[in-house]
């Protein structure tokens, strides 16, 4: 097979190499310089709403500035969205705090609102203390219901962290994700919506909070001719290297998003007519997702070719994971796994040199967070169970949609 179609390939603009160079001409590859400030303004045009961006190492780095900006530490408690990826909540663990999950509502698949505020309300009934910050995600891109999720951590007074880092350039009702609360992330990782090869960045309020999470992110230097620390930072800054890549990315964030929404509405249109196959789409005009990813849902009676095989081998290397970096898995099986036609379909495409991906597995499911209080109503494990990632951003042509789709409906029987 000549071909693979990836999930989602960063691609270059061409204008990456001319930022880098300069970099290189004027001596500053260094954390800091004229492509970081420059990235920043970029963002910061993006994003709107007088918002101030700092540019950082990773979208993990710029969640965990962001809790210790809230004065998160140990012994508190943090309300994270259940359906997401782990960079949402370790940065909790890395600050001694605990997660404590709450899971989605079936539209958006994100951060059920009313869920949110039972868990608020029993957090401070069983503990005595509020939570000090909640975590909603934008998962595969698609908005939250952002509005409410505000509205309750108003009522309580706990600040709002969005993470931003798959929904770069969503919006809700008009308005860029990770605008909305007290701070925003964003990820450039290799695989994200734009990337810097890797980073991330923090969406902060005002000058005064930008300033402060470029203190922690530069190792927290009291301004003394010597090395002064007076507080414990990090080494969280972007190189202006990445930075000028960033840049380059930034000349087609829009033609990158229009890409996306082309192939979600493509994929929807050659699925039509397909029995048991749902695409997750924006459930009402407010909702504006950048479909990051594009998700289905398989229907747990829809038969797939090969599911007797499905979890028949352990699987060499893990999910996303750089090889010889991942522990060996003992067995095919963990308590919590997709549906035998889910793992069917992806072992077919997989065969047909098309990567898919089963949908996040929700933290509560995970091990490691086994300790962790979970508020779960049933649905990210339901979506876990039949969901599917495909294929899209600006590597994935019109032809290749239409060999995904063609190779879909082959292998349902
Ligand atoms: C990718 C991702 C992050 C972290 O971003 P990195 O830049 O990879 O550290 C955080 N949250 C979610 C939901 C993500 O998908």
Redesign the pocket.
Known sequence: MEKRIYLCLAHMSGREQDFIKEAFDTNWVVPLGPNVNGFEADLEAFVGQNKHVVALS??????HLALLACGVGPGDEVLVQNF??C??SNPVTYLGATPVFVDSEAQSWNMDPVLLEEAIRDRIAKTGRKPKAIIP???YGMPARIDEIMAVAERYGIPVIE?A??GFGSRFDGRVCGTFGQYG?L???G??MITTS???ALICPDVESKRRIMFYATQARESYPYYQHEVIGYNYRMSNICAGIGRGQMTVIDEHIAHHKHLCSLYGKLLAGVGGVALHENPSARYDSNYWLVTLTLDPALRVKGEERAYEAVVQGAVGGAAGVTHAASSAHTDSEPNRNVEAMRMALDAAGIESRPL?KPMHLQPVYRNSPAYVNGVSESLFRRGLCLPAGPCVTDEDAAYIVENIKSCIL
């Open positions: 990773s979208g993990t780095a710029a969640v997401t990826f960079a949402s995600v934008y998962l993470d880092a798959e992330v990820s450039f990782n695989n994200k890797g980073g991330g996040w």
